[in-house]
């Protein structure tokens, strides 16, 4: 079991950047999958990016402004999120997958205004 708790949401103009974090409730050492997803408004949840083992997989519109990356020593994973577009507005969401199990966080909010 882990728990997610995502933070660093907030309301920024186009253009500007903002860092997510997503702390874990113990060692993401041996978790094979960790991954950010985001839900707008009437969407479906969509990928933004992930990371396993040496594969990371973007979702549309985000590869070379934003950047996934993780601390296994302090349980966290972040995303750098730079040159956002008002069309970036969503709940972001933490997703980590360890075997058969998928956990999520309870998401923080982004707003980008233009």
């Known amino acids: 079991q882990v728990q997610l708790v995502e933070s660093g949401g907030g309301l920024v103009q186009a253009g500007g950047s903002l860092r997510l974090s997503c702390a874990a409730s113990r060692s993401i050492f041996e978790i094979n999958v960790m991954g950010w997803y985001r839900q707008a408004p009437g969407k479906q949840r969509e990928l933004v990016v992930l990371?396993?083992?040496?594969?990371?997989q973007y979702g549309e519109g985000v590869k070379g402004r934003f950047t996934m990356s993780r601390d296994d020593a302090k349980n966290m994973v972040y995303l750098q999120m730079n040159f956002l577009r008002p069309e970036d507005t969503a709940v972001y969401y933490c997703n980590a997958k360890a075997g058969t199990r998928e956990y999520w966080g309870q998401g923080t909010q982004v707003t980008v205004s233009s």
């Open positions: 990371t396993g083992g040496s594969i990371t």
